[in-house]
């Protein structure tokens, strides 16, 4: 538009240098037709004629002209008004450009936030189910990002994907995807992490109880072992070592106390978490094994509390592995998630990486 009225302007400015050229040579072959002229002497009774002709014609001619500088106003208004409009166009498409360039930004946060916390996921979940009866703790992220893009004006942003994006096939629906894995990340991150908080602490209680067992088996073993030392030690004929319960208990407790005493030991003895199944594997199942097979080999036991022992280990054993299966089912429903929506494969992150890159490309090509 705005060279079409420039093209208009040249053309009047040029037909104006015309006339003014016609009304120079009117004016000259109006004089040559004066004898003797001279400066302010006009014959005008002897040129009447020639005078009354000149004037209708430089009249006419400046009469044009003044109907072309009018044109020539009318034209520099209007491209004053297209001036101003593409300005505020351009202006327009600036902020269309800049909220494309903020979102760009955004989802490269929220893409950075999202793969980390794929990351802290699958060490969570490797350790859950490699060390399920360990206090094994991870962190969740939800980026404010989300919130920014979500809070955004919809129709700015759907106008500003418009109008760089619309020879893009198919932008619309990915348009809308864009916001649906948006939608579902920031309500997917907080879902895990309050189902997380959930499932520890029902970690917590399930280890507290075994404490609580653990510790119950463990007083009455010792009590059932001093009981066997006062007993039966001063009895010269008696040997203990010739008992196979409480030589199983014995050696049970001399192992356990130097594990303990390992523990307490170590440098950095607060950090530690007590593996039970470590405890289960190595302790609590060759005991209860033993135990049970005296029992079973119906060999004499010198004291019937060894009876309940046996069945109290026998259930601290049966709560570790119930704590087993409960973190590492947590554990597989966590690696799940992790690899269908937090690792860089999925089909969720990709399409908002994708889509981000799209936004990046597009935009270098208007620069």
Known sequence: MIKKIKTYKVFITIISIITALIISFLTLDAIYETDNWKWFSIDFNGKDKIISAYGSLI????????????????????????????????????????????????LGSIIGDIKGQGQELKTFYENELKNPTLSNTTYFTVSNNFNRI???????????????????????????????????YFKMTPHLRDNYTSQMGKKVKLKYKIQKYTQSA?????????????????????????????KALDGFW????????????????????????????????PLFDELLSLQKEK?????????????????????????????????KDVRKNCDSYYMPDSKN????????ELIDVTLKKKL
């Open 59 to 106: 009249g006419g001619v400046l009469a044009f002209l003044s109907i072309l500088f009018v044109v020539y106003q009318v034209l520099e208004q209007k491209e004053q008004i297209q001036l101003e409009k593409e300005a505020i166009e351009k202006e327009k498409i600036e902020e269309k450009k800049d909220l494309l360039k903020l979102i760009s930004s955004f």
């Open 150 to 184: 979500i809070e955004m004006d919809y129709m700015a942003v759907y106008k500003s994907f418009r109008h760089f994006l619309n020879k893009e096939n198919d932008w619309e629906n990915k348009f809308l995807d864009f916001y649906k894995n948006l939608d579902f």
């Open 218 to 246: 463990l007083e009455d073993l010792h009590t059932i072992r001093n009981k066997y030392i006062t007993t039966y030690h001063p009895m010269s004929s008696y040997n203990l070592i010739d008992s196979p319960y409480f």
């Open 254 to 285: 001399l192992d356990y106390r130097n594990y303990i005493k390992d523990i307490n030991n170590s440098i950095n003895n607060k950090a530690i978490d007590s593996d039970l199944t470590v405890l289960k594997i190595t302790y609590f199942q």
């Open 299 to 331: 060999v004499t036991y010198e004291f019937d509390e060894i009876v309940k022992l046996t069945e109290d280990i026998g259930r601290v054993i049966i709560k570790i592995g119930q704590l087993e299966v409960f973190a590492q089912n947590y554990g």
């Open 349 to 356: 992150l990709k399409s908002i990486i994708e889509f981000k």
